[in-house]
């Protein structure tokens, strides 16, 4: 697969963005993007949800039980927990996103086996437990083990890679509002995933927008799944505390 | 069987002209995306939307590879009786598939 | 932060690669041939019909496309069918409606994928035989990064 990035024409400055006024990549779009995701019957993100609605009641696994068997209708213990995410598993060991805890219930305790990353089921599941928390404010897990997890996220954010040389606060902190090319350069907020990208004509996930930006800076994406990109996605979404979630968002 | 989002107001004052909503999961492969090994990735369209009401056909679409993926259709429907709405479309393979709807005009 | 022109020109590297990944075949000359062919070589009369896309679009792969046309749609006078063509994408038909009277509005609302900044045409037949079209030329700007 090859990756391109491209015209970076021109690069128009702008003053840096305020920290008490963030702004969703929502905004930055035009007013008929932004119907394509606030219309709930034009929102092609709708579509991963009714897949999602139907994969939850399916069993699944040595098990044979669904995800509803266990955690009853999505409206109910999905409520806020995709606004919390990342969390730290016990079990695990480690911090996990939601689509790895997803992954967790599929290996864990439906005994099937995990689903790929950008697996179109997976996604579905994800965005139908994400629209579970549209409309609340991101709520970051105050758990103390994902202390570390954010700060090397934090760290991540800072730093200079790829060809290019750039970090992602040149791009989010430094020129949110410029463009690059013909594309407003947004504050990353990590609001709506998984999206519906037109790009993509297609559902992804934060990593898979995540590694659009690495190939953007020519620098090599880390595979699917790294701990980078949890870390990364905790220091996001602790950036983005109290910004309203808007899964399933629409983005170019 | 794909995922579609149909919507189509439940009822509706004699004479009204109501909006009708369409979103089908689908690919809309061009036919023209090159793959890894040069060769293209076959066509997979919708090639046509059709609405009935009461059995009349009332609209008919024909769609072309440049229709977006997850195709999107809203038109219009004025109703003068309370009766079945149905959406029927074909793919490439010249698979059928419907949603029916029926509509209370009081 | 100033992104230096090395920086800048590196990232504009891409574009023809992405291009290969776009192929443009249709022309002007081919849109002109899938008109010829629906109006029977008639000339339209501009007016009746209003397209509405926005100007800018973001990504050229869904670019939402309203398509009215002025008519009763009544059983005496009404659309009978309704074409839009593009002068870029590798084809040059994009949707066609056929609609009855007993829409009472001809009006539809479709997305449609847009390969480059190119002009739209759309051309609505009447019950009486006539034809009347409208056009406009949309800017397609490329997303900044892409995956292909």
């Known amino acids: ?23 969703s990549g929502f905004e930055f779009m035009g007013p008929t993007t932004q119907s394509m995701q606030t219309d709930d019957m034009a929102n092609p993100g709708m579509l991963a949800v ?37 969390a730290f598993d016990e079990v695990a060991g480690t911090a996990v996103d939601i689509s790895g805890r997803v992954n967790l219930c599929r290996t864990r305790h439906q005994r099937a086996d995990p689903l790929p990353h950008e697996n179109a089921d997976l996604l579905a599941l994800v965005t139908l ?17 994902l202390t570390e997890w954010r700060a090397r996220g934090e760290a991540y ?7 290019l040389n750039l970090s992602c606060a040149q791009c989010h902190d430094e020129n949110a509002g410029g463009h690059l090319g013909g594309a407003p350069i947004p504050e990353a907020h990590p609001t709506g995933y998984p999206i519906y990208r037109l790009e993509w004509q297609a559902m992804g996930s934060l990593q898979r927008r995540l590694r659009g930006c690495f190939t953007g800076v020519r620098s090599e994406p880390w595979p699917y799944g790294s701990d980078g990109y949890i870390a990364l996605e905790a220091y996001l979404m602790q950036r983005a505390a109290g910004m309203t979630m808007e899964t399933p968002a629409v983005r170019p | 069987m794909a995922d579609v989002l149909v919507n189509i107001p ?15 999961s689908h690919p809309m492969e061009t036919g023209f995306r090159p793959l890894a090994d040069g060769t293209l990735q076959p066509r997979d369209i919708i090639t046509s939307v059709r609405c009935l009401y009461g059995g009349e056909t009332v609209l008919e679409v024909d769609l072309h590879p440049a229709i977006s993926a997850n195709p999107f259709l809203a038109f219009h429907l004025r109703v003068d009786r309370s009766d079945e709405i149905v959406l029927e479309w074909t793919d ?10 029926q509509i209370e005009v009081v | 932060m100033t992104l230096t022109r090395r920086s800048t020109f590196a990232l504009g590297l891409g574009l023809p690669l992405m291009l290969v990944t776009r192929p443009l075949f249709a022309s002007p000359e081919t849109m002109g041939a899938a008109i010829a062919t629906f109006t029977a070589g008639a000339t339209p009369a501009e007016g009746r019909v209003s397209l509405d896309i926005p100007l800018l679009v973001e990504n050229g792969n869904s670019v939402p496309m309203t398509v009215e046309v002025d008519s009763p749609m009544t059983a005496n006078d009404h659309v009978t069918e309704i074409a839009v063509f593009n002068e870029r994408n590798p084809l040059p038909d994009i949707v066609r409606f056929r609609p009855s009277p007993a829409l009472g509005l001809a009006r539809f609302q479709v997305r449609i994928r847009l390969g480059d900044t ?13 034809l009347w079209s409208a056009a406009m030329t949309v800017i397609v700007t490329a997303p900044a990064c892409i995956e292909s």
Do not use: F
């Open chain 3, 118 to 130: 190119q002009k739209i045409t759309a051309i609505a037949r009447m019950s009486d035989g006539s």
């Open chain 1, 1 to 23: 697969m090859t990756k391109v990035c491209t015209t970076a024409l021109v690069i128009l400055m702008a003053g840096p963005a305020q920290s008490d006024d963030r702004r």
């Open chain 2, 92 to 101: 490439w393979y010249g698979e059928v598939q419907r949603e029916v709807r």
């Open chain 1, 50 to 86: 009714l897949a999602g609605e139907r994969l939850w009641n399916e069993p699944a696994g040595l098990s044979e039980q669904s995800c509803q068997t266990c955690h009853g209708d999505p409206e109910g213990e999905m409520r806020g927990v995709a606004a919390r995410y990342p």
């Open chain 2, 10 to 24: 439940e009822s509706a004052a004699p004479g009204e002209i109501i909006e009708i909503k369409l979103l089908i």
């Open chain 1, 129 to 145: 437990i994400g629209l579970q928390s549209r409309g609340l404010p991101i709520q970051p897990d105050p758990d103390p083990r």
């Open chain 1, 157 to 163: 954010y800072e730093t200079r890679v790829g060809q």
